[in-house]
């Protein structure tokens, strides 16, 4: 996995609840451990957290500029709307698979932007974090969305970080998430609430 000494398949959906700036940089070890792995990596998310991540993978001896020249890794735009930005991550990852790599890892920080115009809905990127565990199930890829518990109000802990992810990240320790919520469940709620 990249983040402690943890180990999951490709199919993995996991919120990663961070408080510290050295948790923080501890997510671009996801990352690191996907590109010596050969593996594709997106970054979601806004523009301050990609430019620490990047940092972080260039003081770990990683080469950013070529892997962003060679689209190992690559920066998704944010959308608005959860049905354009899953649009965006199927295109990439389709094209990621066509040219032959194993796994795609993504990396969400969709916390950051939260309220600037053209960034999603609160109510949006809870759609999206459903949605996205659906589509992990079938696509060869690993998600983390990274979670700053310090920030986000506690709504938005519980429904997008605890209720849409099976597994969670926390104090270096992967667990099975038993206040997960199935996709189909999650958004029939959402949808009438």
């Not at 070529?66 to 608005?80: F, K, Y």
């Not at 597994?167 to 919520?181: A, G, I, Q």
Request: glycine share 8%; aromatic share 6%; with cysteine.
């Amino acid at each position: 996995l990249g983040l402690g000494n943890e180990l999951v398949a490709p199919g993995a959906h996991i919120a990663h609840f961070w408080e510290s700036e050295r948790e923080f940089d501890a997510t671009a070890g996801f990352l690191a451990a996907g590109a010596s792995r050969g593996e594709a990596c997106v970054l979601v998310g806004h523009d301050a957290a990609h430019e620490r991540l990047l940092a972080s993978l260039e003081r770990r001896g990683l080469n950013v500029i070529a892997l962003m020249q060679e689209r190992q890794l690559q920066v998704a735009s944010v959308r608005s709307s959860a049905d354009e930005l899953l649009a965006e991550l199927d295109e990439r990852i389709k094209n990621v698979v066509d040219r032959g790599m194993p796994v795609v890892r993504i990396l969400g920080n969709l916390n950051w932007g939260r309220g600037a115009p053209g960034w999603p809905s609160d109510k949006e990127i809870l759609r999206l974090e459903a949605h996205v565990t659906r589509a992990s199930e079938r696509l060869p890829t690993i998600v983390v969305c990274a979670y700053d518990v310090t920030s986000l109000p506690g709504p938005l802990l519980w429904k997008g970080g605890l209720e849409c992810h099976p597994l969670t990240f926390r104090r270096d320790c992967l667990r099975h998430n038993e206040h997960h919520v199935p996709p189909a469940r999650f958004l029939e709620e959402l949808s009438a609430g």
